[in-house]
T-cell receptor, first 113, second 116 residues
Framework: KQEVTQIPAALSVPEGENLVLNCSFT??????LQWFRQDPGKGLTSLLL???SQREQTSGRLNASLDKSSGRSTLYIAASQPGDSATYLC????????????WGAGTKLIIKP | GAGVSQSPRYKVAKRGQDVALRCDPI?????LFWYQQALGQGPEFLTY????????KSGLPSDRFFAERPEGSVSTLKIQRTQQEDSAVYLC??????????????FGSGTQLSVL
């Protein structure tokens, strides 16, 4: 059974630092992996999607990498800002499913001004 | 509408009451998903609709949970005889594709259900 783990559960860093969030999954037979952001009391916003054939995706200050063989993905945030404070979740889509997503529990990120 | 709309935003129910949660997806979106999110956890899949057809309800925790999307747009998640373990945030998401081949998934803000 696919399991998705995100460590650490919470992270607090000063504004301006570069940081890395981690996501690991137990079964490498994934179709794609997606990173989401969740703000308190709000739904989830899709940040980056990486197909299984890709190694990384970039959007602005965000860069997500995927290493399927080792079951890992990282989300790199450059020059962090207080507005980046949120919970970041990763989710994998299984190869044998048209829509099923398996989610991590998220990393709560706090950027201190 | 501009986004996925869910109502009510908050719902407090006494144990044993029935509740109905509404989701209004983005107009024209084919796929609609319901998720349950416990505090500090990622969302757990409940059910999936493609237009009005409920293609997968394998994530519904018990037969007290029922979902419908009769006209292929608005969806309702009903929970009968609520129990304390039903307390969670219920998220609705929609997508323009049938199934989800990597196209963007749009989430509503969720309904926070508290069962006392």
């Amino acid at each position: 059974k696919q399991e998705v783990t995100q460590i650490p559960a919470a992270l607090s860093v000063p504004e301006g630092e570069n940081l890395v969030l981690n996501c690991s999954f137990t079964d490498s037979a994934i179709y794609n992996l997606q990173w989401f952001r969740q703000d308190p009391g709000k739904g989830l916003t899709s940040l980056l999607l990486i197909q299984s054939s890709q190694r990384e995706q970039t959007s602005g200050r965000l860069n997500a990498s995927l290493d399927k063989s080792s079951g890992r993905s990282t989300l790199y945030i450059a020059a962090s800002q207080p507005g980046d404070s949120a919970t970041y979740l990763c989710a994998v889509r299984l190869v044998d499913s048209n829509y099923q997503l398996i989610w991590g529990a998220g990393t709560k990120l706090i950027i201190k001004p | 509408g501009a986004g996925v709309s869910q109502s009510p935003r908050y719902k407090v129910a006494k144990r044993g009451q029935d509740v109905a949660l509404r989701c209004d997806p983005i107009s024209g979106h084919v796929s609609l998903f319901w998720y349950q999110q416990a505090l500090g956890q990622g969302p757990e899949f409940l059910t999936y609709f493609q237009n009005e057809a409920q293609l997968d309800k394998s994530g519904l925790p018990s037969d007290r949970f029922f979902a419908e999307r009769p006209e292929g747009s608005v969806s309702t998640l009903k929970i009968q005889r609520t129990q304390q373990e039903d307390s969670a945030v219920y998220l609705c998401a929609s997508s323009s594709s049938s199934g989800w081949g990597g196209e963007k998934l749009f989430f509503g803000s969720g309904t926070q259900l508290s069962v006392l």
